[in-house]
């Protein structure tokens, strides 16, 4: 399994940006991915996460009504549309797999098997 992510940047307060992670590997259909990030000096948190099947999604309170997370299912590709954003969503993003866990698990950053690289998006003031 991979997971290459990508979209991040610098962009202003208020404003957006779309964060993509493309999952090659095998079929993720029953498998659950997620968004999560780590600030500089921060542990890692999670932020969105989506069910590849069926498309239940859970947010962190922080992120709910200013972030989406989609999935495009035949281009294996998940999607985080960052709207609204402020200086503290400054951190680097990772996308994260793994086969399906329970709903309550899947803010939990242990329960993820896979990552990718991460990619860094800078909210200026």
């Known amino acids: 399994v991979q997971l290459q992510a990508s979209g991040g940047g610098l962009v202003q307060a208020g404003g957006s940006l779309r964060l993509s992670c493309v999952a090659s590997?095998?079929?993720?259909?029953?498998?659950?991915m997620a968004w999560f990030r780590q600030a500089p000096g921060k542990e890692r948190e999670f932020a969105a996460a989506?069910?590849?099947?069926?498309?239940?999604?859970v947010y962190a309170d922080s992120v709910k009504g200013r972030f989406t997370i989609s999935r495009d299912g035949p281009k294996n590709i998940i999607y985080l549309q960052m709207n609204s954003l402020k200086p503290d969503d400054t951190a680097v993003y990772y996308c994260?797999?793994?086969?399906?866990?329970?709903?309550?698990?899947?803010?939990?950053?242990?329960?993820?098997?896979?990552w990718g690289q991460g990619t860094l998006v800078t909210v200026s003031c």
């Open positions: 994260a797999t793994t086969p399906r866990v329970a709903y309550s698990a899947l803010v939990a950053l242990s329960s993820y098997d896979y």
């Open positions: 590997g095998r079929t993720f259909r029953d498998w659950d």
């Open positions: 989506i069910r590849w099947s069926g498309g239940t999604t």
